[in-house]
């Protein structure tokens, strides 16, 4: 079973960027669906942005337009690159892979939208 990690959370100002990556132990090639979810202590964790092996791509709502998520087999890494962050953004996001009915999740990284 893979295990995920995930880095490039942080303090970051209200219209700023930032990129998180989601490195893998193993090869990410044949994973079905890779991506990120998001969760706010005391709220359901929501979908942020997921990509398939075949590079096919899903957003949540209020992310379409102003998140990009990309995977590098090579890498076995996932990017998610999040650009003109609002406050609303701030949670802790968690890396998810899930192949034949097995899904694996990250320990998670703070991202912090404030002035």
């Known amino acids: 079973q893979v295990q995920l990690v995930e880095s490039g959370g942080g303090l970051v100002q209200p219209g700023g960027s930032l990129r998180l990556s989601c490195a893998a132990s193993?090869?990410?090639?044949?994973?079905?669906?890779i991506g990120w979810y998001r969760q706010v202590l005391g709220k359901q964790r929501e979908l942020v942005a997921i990509?398939?092996?075949?590079?096919?791509?899903k957003y949540g709502d209020s992310m379409k337009g102003r998140f990009t998520i990309s995977r590098d087999n090579a890498k076995n890494t996932v990017y998610l690159l999040m650009n003109s962050l609002k406050p609303e953004d701030t949670a802790v996001y968690y890396c998810?892979?899930?192949?034949?009915?097995?899904?694996?999740w990250g320990q998670g990284t703070q991202v912090t939208v404030s002035s």
């Open positions: 998810n892979a899930y192949n034949l009915g097995v899904s694996t």
């Open positions: 193993g090869s990410i090639f044949s994973i079905n669906v």
């Open positions: 990509i398939t092996n075949s590079g096919t791509t």
